[in-house]
């Protein structure tokens, strides 16, 4: 069984800062792909970056430069600096990553959400 578990979410300000971090846990033999999406009220599910066991990494156009991912392998977590959150940023945040449990078993999975509000 893989869990992947959020923290930091919250109300942040405007201009302000806030980090996420994702711990995936359970019996995992590989991790290949992180990342963060986020669902909006009404809106779809979107990416918002990823990043490879390599460290390549890949953002929404809506984020770049203000945002930041990052990885440590031997925790098996990945973390996404906000930086200058917009009102727009406000959204429930999902980690995701690409897992291997076997040589032969490897799929998706995703955290539970963390919600993050951008407001003054």
């Known amino acids: 069984q893989v869990q992947l578990v959020e923290s930091g979410g919250g109300l942040v300000q405007p201009g302000g800062s806030l980090r996420l971090s994702c711990a995936a846990s359970?019996?995992?033999?590989?991790?290949?792909?992180m990342g963060w999406y986020r669902q909006a009220p009404g809106k779809q599910r979107e990416l918002v970056a990823d990043?490879?066991?390599?460290?390549?990494?890949n953002y929404a156009d809506s984020v770049k430069g203000r945002f930041t991912i990052s990885r440590d392998n031997a925790k098996k977590s990945v973390y996404l600096q906000m930086n200058s959150p917009k009102p727009e940023d406000t959204a429930v945040y999902y980690c995701?990553?690409?897992?291997?449990?076997?040589?032969?078993?490897?799929?998706?999975?995703w955290g539970t959400g963390t919600l993050v509000t951008v407001s003054s």
């Open positions: 995701h990553a690409n897992i291997a449990t076997s040589w032969f078993r490897r799929m998706d999975y």
């Open positions: 359970g019996n995992i033999f590989d991790i290949y792909a």
């Open positions: 990043i490879t066991s390599g460290g390549s990494t």
